[in-house]
């Protein structure tokens, strides 16, 4: 692979890593995609080779998206798992800059890093029914019962 395209994704992944910091955003859905582009360059298919800064940016946003995530995403993930997750997910970086990604430690990173990405869509999906359970309710509370009559006058 183009160590251009491969560095392109590793300041990607580093982008939505530290944009999981932001409250005001939607930190599990940057996670998730930060996730995806490290899993992208950690691949045993295709041979991506970043250079050494961006894989070492990429290091260091992986622990500022574990601090955001923990931050803001603790009543949702359980911390353990965030931890677990992200440390795999630091391994791999490292190793994406070793170059050494064949081992069943890799593999092992990188299905914990998948099962993290899954229980953080899982978390967006259960916030996308609570917000529409407390739209409904919300909605209900405004509107007049109809079995009550209305008296104007």
């Known amino acids: 692979m183009n160590p251009i395209e491969a560095n392109r994704i590793a300041r990607q992944a580093a982008k939505h890593l530290r944009d999981a910091v932001d409250i005001f955003g939607n930190p599990s859905h940057e996670l998730r995609q930060g996730l ?3 899993l992208l ?3 045993k298919h295709e041979h991506y080779q970043p250079d050494t800064g961006p894989t070492h940016d990429l290091l260091a946003a992986v622990y500022e998206g574990l601090g955001g995530a923990i931050s803001s995403l603790r009543d949702d993930v359980s911390i353990a798992d965030l931890e677990a997750g992200m440390f795999a997910a630091a391994r791999l970086a490292r190793d994406i800059d070793a170059g050494d990604l064949d081992g069943d430690r890799q593999a092992d990173d990188r299905c914990k890093v998948r099962i ?3 229980q953080l869509r899982a978390a967006e999906y259960r ?4 917000t529409r359970r407390m739209r409904a309710q919300w909605s209900a509370k405004e509107k007049p019962a109809a079995t009550q009559p209305a008296f104007y006058g």
């Open 36 to 38: 995806g582009s490290l």
């Open 127 to 130: 916030g996308e029914i609570e």
């Open 116 to 118: 993290l990405t899954l």
């Open 41 to 43: 360059l950690a691949s």
